[in-house]
Structures are given as C-alpha cells and as structure tokens.
C-alpha cells in the first residue's frame, strides 16, 4: 500500500512539474458589444466592458488551455431611444487555443453567473433581476496575438441558453469582444 501511495505521489509530481513549466498567466480588460437576441423587439447593440484574469495551460507548442474568470457587463439598449438594459455577470470561459507563431485561434464554452439587471429609461432605473435566470451559457469563437508579455484578442460570444425567467419568453445574451492582455507570469 505504501509502494503505491509512494507511486502515485511521485508520478503526480513529475506530471505537476511537467505542466507548471507550461503555465502562465495574467489579467485582461476590454470592450464588449453587447446585445440580447430573440423575443426583446427593438433593442440594439451597446458598449460596455469586461475585465479579470485568464490562465493559460500549454500541452504543446500549439494547443493550450485558457480558463478565464470575467467581470462581464452586458445588456442591450433602447433602438432609438435613451432606454438601456444593464445587466452584470461573472462569466468563465474555458478556451481552447490553437496557435499558428504568434496568432491563435480560441473555441470553447462560457458559463455566465448573474449578478445585476437593471433597466434604466427616462432618467429612472428598476431591478429587473427577479425576471433573469441566475445563469446563463454561451460559446465563443475568436482570434488573438500574443506580443511577448502583452496579448490581444477579438472574439463573440454567441448566447445558447435562454435568461429570461418566464417559459413563454426566449432571450439570449450576445457578446463581441475586444480584449487586451498582459502576461503576470509565467512564459
């Protein structure tokens, strides 16, 4: 029993060891346009941002994976009006990275935890979050560059589950994003 405890402990160093010298990681803040699809008429794409931290775990030359924990604003607002939607979430995308020299291509699924929604028209605003689900699930495509210790990426985030909290309604959140980066760690 010893034997295998002693084994297995050993072989979980060498791995741990093998893929720390791949690890590396930092912070990232952008721009995102922001925008709700399906059963919301009359609603149009509108700036907001993204801020947090991203860790990148590399298997190769070529393929890494990059889980990242967002501030996430989103939303929507009035088509031709002053009327906005806010809405807040923590958002975890887990990208896969395929690099070609110092461009990549990412893929992969983003869970989204809420934390606001407010509406906001006419100079009042009002809590919506109780007409929200708490969570929301996405899937992003998109392109980055790594520059030494600096990183850029562009990338949308389409909507795959519905937020609304009543059945007869059907809304989706929908995210373009432009990230900078910059490397705290790691190679």
């Known amino acids: 029993m010893k034997k295998i405890l002693l084994t297995l402990s050993m072989t979980a160093l060498v791995i741990s060891g093998a893929i720390a010298q791949e690890i590396s990681g ?3 803040a952008g721009l995102n346009i922001a925008n709700m699809t399906g059963d919301i008429p009359g609603v149009t794409s509108k700036a907001s941002f993204h801020l947090g931290g991203y860790v990148n775990i590399g298997f190769s030359d070529v393929l890494s ?11 929507a607002k009035e088509d031709g009006g002053d009327g906005k939607i806010n809405s807040a979430y923590i ?5 896969v990275l ?17 934390l606001s929604a407010k509406v906001k028209a006419d100079g009042d605003e009002q809590d919506i979050k ?26 949308y985030c389409i909507g795959l589950s519905n937020i609304a909290d009543a059945s007869d309604i059907d ?7 432009f990230s900078l980066g910059v490397k705290l760690f790691g190679e």
């Not at 020299?101 to 983003?110: D, L």
């Open 98 to 114: 395929y690099s070609f020299g110092v461009v990549n291509v990412q893929a992969g699924p983003q869970f989204g935890f809420l």
């Open 26 to 28: 930092g912070a990232k």
């Open 171 to 177: 809304v989706k959140n929908s995210v373009i994003q």
């Open 65 to 75: 994976l990059q889980p990242e924990l967002l501030y996430n604003a989103m939303g």
């Open 91 to 95: 958002s975890v995308p887990v990208m």
């Open 130 to 155: 109780d007409q929200y689900k708490g969570t929301d699930f996405g899937f992003n495509l998109g392109l980055g560059a790594d520059f030494g210790k600096f990183n850029a990426a562009a990338r």
